[in-house]
T-cell receptor, first 113, second 110 residues
Framework: DTAVSQTPKYLVTQMGNDKSIKCEQNLGHDTMYWYKQDSKKFLKIMFS???????INETVPNRFSPKSPDKAHLNLHINSLELGDSAVYFC????????????FGPGTRLTVL | RKEVEQDPGPFNVPEGATVAFNCTYS??????FFWYRQDCRKEPKLLMS???SGNEDGRFTAQLNRASQYISLLIRDSKLSDSATYLCVVNVNTGNQFYFGTGTSLTVIP
């Protein structure tokens, strides 16, 4: 009964490859997010989607493209992977309301060689 | 300037000690405030929300000072299981813009 699930949990790939990370939430939330946590543990928002529409697109290279087929899913596709993309990527979801708790997925640890 | 600033620590305290973490935020339009906890190699999880009047949950007390744009977390009677990274989180536009601090590392020593 995982609330927010991500696959894969680990991803090791070569520079230049294209990869996707999938995220699903079964909480009925209307907003989903992607965060990147780098080696210094800083958690930075990348994208926010509300009811399948992009709300926030922080300064992220356009090699990163989120896709939301429905409000329960938010996938992240990354083209032409670079060494600096190595990090842990967290998906999260919440309802849009004041003092809304964000629920995070377990994270995907991406290593680019 | 970062949206949210925290002292990264580390804080190493003995069991039973009281420890306090502080956090400042830069955007006066911030609306909601939280403390999240992140264990090593795990996802962040909500510890508690921080309300204007201050709030307490067992051994944990959170305070908000809007005038100084400052949030605090006090942990009393520290347990070994409190060892984790504590993240200060600020929500600027309801539901959309969450900003995380870099986290404060706490280790409780037997």
């Amino acid at each position: 009964d995982t609330a927010v699930s991500q696959t894969p949990k680990y991803l090791v790939t070569q520079m230049g490859n294209d990869k996707s990370i999938k995220c699903e939430q079964n909480l009925g939330h209307d907003t989903m997010y992607w965060y990147k946590q780098d080696s210094k543990k800083f958690l930075k928002i990348m994208f926010s989607y509300n009811n399948k529409e992009l709300i926030i697109n922080e300064t992220v290279p356009n090699r990163f493209s989120p896709k939301s087929p429905d409000k329960a899913h938010l996938n992240l596709h990354i083209n032409s992977l670079e060494l600096g993309d190595s990090a842990v990527y967290f998906c999260a979801s919440s309802q849009i309301q004041s003092y809304n708790e964000q629920f995070f997925g377990p994270g995907t640890r991406l290593t680019v060689l | 300037r970062k949206e949210v600033e925290q002292d990264p620590g580390p804080f190493n305290v003995p069991e039973g000690a009281t420890v306090a973490f502080n956090c400042t935020y830069s955007n006066s339009a911030s609306q909601s405030f939280f403390w999240y906890r992140q264990d090593c190699r795990k996802e962040p999880k909500l510890l508690m929300s921080v309300y204007s009047s201050g709030n307490e949950d067992g051994r944990f007390t959170a305070q908000l000072n809007r005038a100084s744009q400052y949030i605090s977390l006090l942990i009393r009677d520290s347990k070994l299981s409190d060892s984790a990274t504590y993240l200060c989180v600020v929500n600027v536009n309801t539901g959309n813009q969450f900003y995380f601090g870099t986290g404060t590392s706490l280790t409780v020593i037997p």
